[in-house]
């Protein structure tokens, strides 16, 4: 677990074919054995924390989180013996199912993507600034209750971007 919840951390169930960590350059991540997409760096106990899985499934190690949106991988072992499927967590996925209204976009303060995507400027203004403060009375812990292990503050900010600026209803002239 990092010190800071929002700070960067450090770096199941079979899939079935059993993949050997091959010689990478220094610094290259490890691919999804599912998709071939280079896995996020997880601490063991974000995984441990977010399987519904016994915990004997997951044993000790090098963790990687997969961010692919289609791939039903969430997290994998650097070796590739520990799989964690979509189906096998606690929490759906943000990253899984960024398109779905009801998915935690914040995990710690229960913001939805509907929350963010339905909300106006000054709510979604509103959202980013509780973040903030439970940020800072150090009230988040993102390290073990959102799936990608860091906080999720750049992913609110992101979909806020994306989010259409027209905030004025629409006026009906008579």
């Known amino acids: 677990m990092s010190d800071e919840c929002c700070a960067v951390p450090s770096a199941g169930s079979s899939l079935g074919e059993s ?6 350059p220094k610094g290259e991540k490890p ?9 996020k760096p997880v601490e063991a106990q974000t995984v441990r924390a977010q399987v519904a899985l016994s915990l004997r499934s997951v044993p000790p190690g090098n963790y990687l989180f997969c ?3 289609d791939c039903p991988v969430v997290y994998f072992s650097q070796d590739h013996e520990t ?8 929490e759906r ?5 960024p398109d779905s209204p009801d998915v935690w976009i914040c995990y710690c303060f229960r913001h939805t993507v509907g929350d963010v995507t339905e909300a106006l400027k000054a709510d979604r203004d509103r959202i980013l600034s509780d973040i903030n403060s439970g940020i800072r009375a150090e009230e988040c812990a ?10 999720c503050l750049g992913n609110v900010a992101a979909l806020i971007r994306l989010v ?3 905030d004025a209803p629409e006026s009906s002239s008579a």
């Open 19 to 24: 993949h050997l960590a091959q010689a990478r």
């Open 31 to 39: 691919p999804c054995p599912q998709c071939g997409q280079a896995g």
């Open 67 to 69: 961010r692919t949106r």
């Open 83 to 90: 799989v964690v499927l979509k189906s096998e967590m606690r």
């Open 93 to 97: 996925v943000y990253q899984k199912e």
């Open 142 to 151: 993102c390290d073990l209750r959102n799936p990608q292990g860091s906080c």
């Open 164 to 166: 259409p600026s027209a």
